[in-house]
């Protein structure tokens, strides 16, 4: 089994002390959280790692975060990348990575507006992040930034090598005018086989039904049913209302449990009304 720790290798000499400084303090099997088109974002470390993480109903922290994003401008900024009256964000350092594994890195451009915009083969970056808050202080953690289109990375890196995904942080895609015409949101049905126990998210969907028959054929994937238990009351995040959610398997374990398009579409149906 392929875990995150032996996907990744640094580019160079350094890269690699720093990358693995950061494998060495996390678990073989870490707990990752996975934010999809992330952009120049990375309030997601305020939000879970926090006392905002324990309003959320969050009981235990990620060990490891990683952001993916399609768009290669996001990471031509270093320093100071965001500041205002409140929140100063601050990328301190930056080491490019490289998958160890041969992968079908492809930006489809029935998936994304801007495909002339996006890197030509794969491209990773280990960031140290600083966060200084009015409000909660400073928050230094590193992210991995992958800059794939979502479905790919989902597709080529999640689900070929089995990496869970312990929380999904889905926020202001930019689905119509920002930049993506296939959402991320598909990535619900694999929720159980993610093994995914807390989401993070708007209630933006537009669910490709055919792409998930597509990725669930070609991982020869069973999707199972699960159940959706609101943690909080939703907060605004970038415009967008956030809702927290708690992933549990159904407390009856009846001999189908698999999750079929009615299921899912119910569980879409929470997603939007929440």
């Known amino acids: 089994m392929t875990t995150i720790k032996n996907l990744l290798k640094g580019k160079d000499s350094q890269a690699q002390i720093q990358l693995d400084r950061l494998m060495n303090s996390i678990p073989k099997h870490p707990k990752i959280a996975w934010y999809p088109s992330a952009g120049n974002d990375y309030r997601d470390l305020m939000e879970l790692y926090t006392s905002r993480a324990q309003e959320h109903g969050i009981s235990e922290m990620p060990d ?6 399609y768009f290669r401008n996001w990471l031509n900024l270093e320093g100071t990348i965001y500041e205002d ?3 100063k964000v601050i990328v301190e350092d930056r080491y490019e990575l490289k998958l160890t594994k041969e992968t079908a ?3 489809n451009p029935a998936y994304v507006d801007f495909p002339d915009e996006a890197e030509k083969e794969p491209l990773i970056y280990l960031l140290n992040i600083s966060i200084t808050s009015n409000i909660l202080g400073i928050i230094k953690k590193p ?3 992958f800059l794939f289109e979502n479905i790919n990375f989902l597709d080529e890196v999640i689900l070929k090598n089995k990496i869970p995904v312990t929380y999904l942080v889905k926020v202001r895609e930019g689905c119509g005018f920002g930049g993506n015409r296939k959402s991320i949101s598909l990535v619900y049905a694999f929720l159980s086989v993610l093994k995914t126990k807390y989401a993070l998210i708007d209630t933006e969907e537009h669910t490709d039904l055919h792409v998930i028959d597509h990725l669930k ?3 020869r994937l069973t999707l199972n049913k699960y159940n959706l238990k609101k943690l909080s009351p939703a907060f605004t995040w970038s415009g967008f209302y956030v809702n927290v959610f708690r992933i549990t398997a159904p407390a009856d374990r009846l001999p ?3 999750l079929d398009d009615n299921e899912l579409q119910t569980i879409l149906n929470t997603i939007k009304d929440e």
Request: hydrophobic share 40%; glycine share 0%; aromatic share 14%.
């Open 64 to 69: 490891l975060i990683i952001h993916t994003d």
């Open 85 to 87: 009256k409140k929140t």
């Open 217 to 219: 054929s070609k991982h």
């Open 143 to 145: 992210v991995i930034y």
């Open 105 to 107: 890195f492809f930006v």
């Open 256 to 258: 189908d449990n698999t």
